[in-house]
């Protein structure tokens, strides 16, 4: 079993629609939830990041973690053909947790429809 | 533009040659990592360095080395290269030793022949 599991899509929506992503882990030990959005062929780009559980919004991007389900989700609001691209996401246990494991999931492939 | 730069861009070789990829963090960053993405695939963590130590190992090869030098400037060096060496490798920043936000570079495409 992998440590992080991540539906690979594709995922094709209309534009305006609200997107829901989401991961799943395994390792309680993590504590830093991230997203990144990675179009074709270029360097992964930081969204968001959330420490534990909880909600965190940022303009069209709300991130979900739930610690007790191990189950992390991205929502896309207003989703734009712009949003195209594969979106990965990332955990990470940081000091204290006792592992400095930074693991990615494998990314979910995007389309929004114009 | 993130901030961090990777050298070269596209790297062209044969197999059973050595290569060698540059990475400079962003400024004031002290961890970089390095990654392996092959087509289709996720990315692959190979190691981290934290202020010039090495602080983490993913699935690294024997044949791939790295370090981290003391302007904090990484080199990730690919030996005895084979065809399934082909890949984006990609180089990312942060500021802390663990935990939270990575920016990345916008990677070297190395096409082994």
């Known amino acids: 079993q992998k440590e992080v599991e991540q539906d690979p899509g594709p995922l094709s929506v209309p534009e305006g629609a609200i997107v829901s992503l989401n991961c799943t882990y395994s390792?309680?030990?993590?504590?830093?939830f991230m997203w990144y959005r990675q179009y074709s062929r270029k360097g992964p780009e930081l969204l968001m990041y959330?420490?534990?559980?909880g909600n965190k919004e940022d303009g069209r991007f709300t991130a979900q973690v739930d610690k007790s389900s191990k189950y992390i989700s991205l929502f896309i609001r207003d989703s734009q053909p712009s949003d195209s691209a594969t979106y990965l996401c990332?955990?990470?246990?940081?000091?204290?947790?006792?592992?400095?494991?930074?693991?990615f999931g494998t990314g979910t492939r995007l389309k929004v429809l114009a | 533009d993130s901030g961090v730069t990777q050298t070269p861009k596209h790297l062209i070789t044969a197999t059973g040659q050595r290569v060698t990829l540059r990475c400079s963090p962003r400024?004031?960053?002290?961890?970089v990592y390095w990654y392996q993405q092959s087509l289709d695939q996720g990315l692959q963590f190979l190691i981290q360095?934290?202020?010039?130590?090495?602080?983490a190992k993913g699935n690294i090869l024997e044949r791939f080395s790295a370090q981290q030098f003391p302007d904090l400037h990484s080199e990730l060096n690919l030996s005895s290269l084979e065809l399934g060496d082909s890949a984006l490798y990609f180089c990312?920043?942060?500021?802390?030793?663990?935990?939270?936000?990575?920016?990345f570079g916008p990677g070297t495409r190395l096409t082994v022949t």
């Open positions: 390792n309680s030990a993590f504590q830093y």
């Open positions: 990312a920043s942060s500021p802390r030793g663990g935990g939270r936000e990575q920016y």
């Open positions: 990332a955990m990470s246990g940081g000091q204290g947790s006792g592992t400095y494991k930074y693991i």
């Open positions: 360095y934290y202020n010039g130590e090495e602080r």
């Open positions: 959330t420490y534990s559980s």
């Open positions: 400024s004031g960053d002290l961890s």
